[in-house]
């Protein structure tokens, strides 16, 4: 819900949030659309391709918003097909429709919908934003998800630098202007500009805790590989980092207990060496050829 306009009397709306996820990437991009009409949905998808480049492929369920912007664009094309050259009629979108009633089939959207609906419900709470506060709110979201860690980016032992999702877009990982840190402020003594800025910042500290535990393999019962080893890139637990901000550094040295399993480690990070336990240290996942 947000607000029509800022003071008193103003109305509350509904909007919704179209996602757009990489199939390949993993790269997030939200849209705030007005209605669930396909009208709505083909101007989110004509600003999606606007500023990200022309997908081949696009996979979603059957929502009726789907299916009627489809329908929508093969008509157009089957009408102007004489007209169109015969490169553009080629070059047109190909819809993908998951089977009615599967929404398991849709796991990698639905994992990207839960990222951002279910920290984002909690971190909005009443908070009635209006149109262009709830866009800039979601678009520093997707900032943020697109800071995520995924792999090393390179197998040199001096490189503490992570592949993100950011390098697949800008050829970068994602950076902000600073800001002044808002979480223990009052909200009641914020001004509208400063309460967006403490939204970023509830959203960053739920959601960057949940996905560096999600990072932490529970090998527990399982088997007792050891889940260090020396030079990996790691992810370390800090509290009270700012926004798209990621501890990360390469383990130098394990100190393997009387049973032989490691549950310490030095960690060479940009400021120096520190000492973390296992509980503390979330190894990034190395993918290879093979594997």
Known sequence: MIASRQGRGCRLLKVYICIFVCFTTKAIHLELVGDLTSKCYLLALRRFISRRGRPLNIYSDNGSSFVGGYNDLSKFLKTNCDSLSESLANDNLNFHFIPAYTPHFGGLWEAGVKSTKYHLLRVLGN?????????????????????????????????????????????????????????????????????????????????????????????????????????????????????????????????????????????????????????????????????
Not at 217 to 223: A, V
Not at 243 to 264: C, S
Request: hydrophobic share 35%; aromatic share 8%; glycine share 6%.
């Open 127 to 291: 908070c009635h934003l209006t149109y262009e506060e709830l866009y800039t709110t979601l678009t520093q979201i997707e900032a943020i998800l697109n800071s995520r860690p995924l792999t090393p980016l390179s197998s040199d032992p001096a490189d503490l630098m992570p592949l993100t999702p950011g390098h697949f877009l800008i050829g970068r990982t994602f950076t902000s202007l600073p800001q002044s840190d808002q979480q223990q402020n009052s909200t009641s003594s914020l001004t509208r500009y400063e309460r967006i800025e403490k939204l970023r910042q509830h959203f960053w500290e739920r959601w960057s805790k949940e996905y560096v535990s999600e990072l932490q393999q529970r090998t527990k019962w399982r088997s007792n590989t050891d889940g260090l080893q020396l030079n990996s890139l790691v992810v370390i637990k800090e509290d009270n980092i700012p926004p798209l901000k990621w501890k990360l550094g390469r383990i130098v040295a394990i100190h393997p207990g009387r049973d032989g399993i490691v549950r310490v480690a030095d960690i060479k990070t940009s400021g120096g060496i520190i000492r973390r336990a296992f509980s503390r240290i979330c190894p990034l996942p190395v993918f290879n050829d093979s594997g």
